[in-house]
């Protein structure tokens, strides 16, 4: 009905890390190529954990969208704004808050974690609770149909689609529904409205979900239709609704993480990363000190590659042959841990290399940042302007 469509955010924590690259940028970068997507700076939500620290979110802002750009973001593919600029996302928010219950936001499993985890920050906070309504108005507002997520992310996904169908439960009534659905059905042609009428009955009175998916693909194929007739027929498939906000579907990501100098996960507060464009020294500086398997005190010590921190990013940054000569050289104490750390300062600085090159020519004239995510606003708020004409409609709030 409404055209795929991919949305996703960052807060602006400061400069990327190679965590975030292997862990989500990168599949941004794949996806872009695939389906139209949305990226954006989520500075709001910065703001729901930080709201007594608002100093660094400016330039972290700023930072964040040159190393997206440096990681291969391509503005030409995909769009990039800031979620601030976009100002009905707030007022999707303060529409959709009149009608969720304050138990769904209680039970969302990262609500209390959060609270236990930054146990130093005071987040009995209202814009706390209510951050993955902020993430559900976030997607809804694009009618996005995929979001791309962790594991962890999932609970949030089924609250976006709970809301969605809440809300169009409540607002896709329309006076003359059936009649109007009906009427659209005769647009079909005999043909097609003789299947569509199977197809729905199938759906409705047996659950048949293939019958209900192929009447959804007959209804994508349908030409001859307009945007409101395909709406009331996508929604009279299902019941007797219009479909003002699509249910979005959580695209599980491959996990590729990408631990730490220290084998933990990488992360700032753990003081255990190598940044996107991290200068060449300090890479080289900080993988040479890695720590290795404590039993390889002298260069004559063998060691155990499954104890070594190096070898889990051998795991990420390594051929076979690679994999192979560390294994066998750091049991038999063959190589020492120097050599075996120079293949991965090898691939790190390759791997940098292009974001360096990338990330220049916006260092040289911001200007250019400036130009990408102004674009990127426009478009976004244009897009989000049309869903919310339709959930003002719909909510009574259409007084033009
Ligand atoms: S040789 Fe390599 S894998 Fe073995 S302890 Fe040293 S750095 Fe780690």
Known sequence: MYPDRVVSGMRPTGAMHLGH??????????????????????????????????????????????DWLAAGVDPSQATIFIQSKVPEHAELHLLLSMATPLGWLERVPTYKDQQEKLADRDLATYGFLGYPLLQAADVLIY?????????????????????????????????????????????????????????????????????????????DETQNLSMIDRERLFGYLEGSRKIILVEPQAKLTEASRLPGLDGQKMSKSYGNTITLREDK?????????????????????PGDPEKC????????YSDQDT?????????????????????????????????????QKYLDDPSLVRAIVADGCEKARKLAQETMRDVRDAMGLGYD
């Not at 020294?281 to 010590?301: G, I, L, N, Q």
């Open 21 to 66: 690259y292997h862990g989500a940028l990168k599949n941004w970068i794949k996806l872009q190529s695939e389906l139209p997507c949305l990226f954006f700076v989520a500075d709001w939500h910065a703001l729901t954990t930080h709201y007594d620290d608002p100093s660094i979110i400016e330039t972290s802002t700023w930072d964040m969208v040159i």
């Open 323 to 359: 994999k192979d000569w560390v294994v066998k050289g750091c049991k038999s104490a063959g190589i020492g841990c120097l050599e075996c750390k120079q293949p991965i300062v090898d691939a790190v600085l390759k791997e940098q290399e292009p974001m360096q090159e990338r990330a």
């Open 281 to 301: 020294e300090s890479v080289t500086k900080k993988v040479r000190t890695m720590p290795t398997d404590p039993a390889r005190v002298r260069r004559t010590d």
């Open 309 to 316: 921190p190096v070898w889990q990013l051998h795991q990420v």
């Open 143 to 219: 009618r996005a149909s995929q979001v791309p997520v962790g594991e962890d992310q999932i609970p949030h996904i089924e609250m976006m689609r709970e809301i969605a169908r809440r809300f169009n439960h409540l607002y896709g009534k329309e006076k003359g529904f059936e009649e109007k659905a009906q009427e659209a059905i005769k647009k079909l042609g005999s043909k097609r409205a003789r299947m569509y009428t199977e197809l729905r009955t199938a759906y409705q009175e047996q659950g048949k979900a293939d019958a209900l998916e192929q009447a959804k693909a007959m209804l």
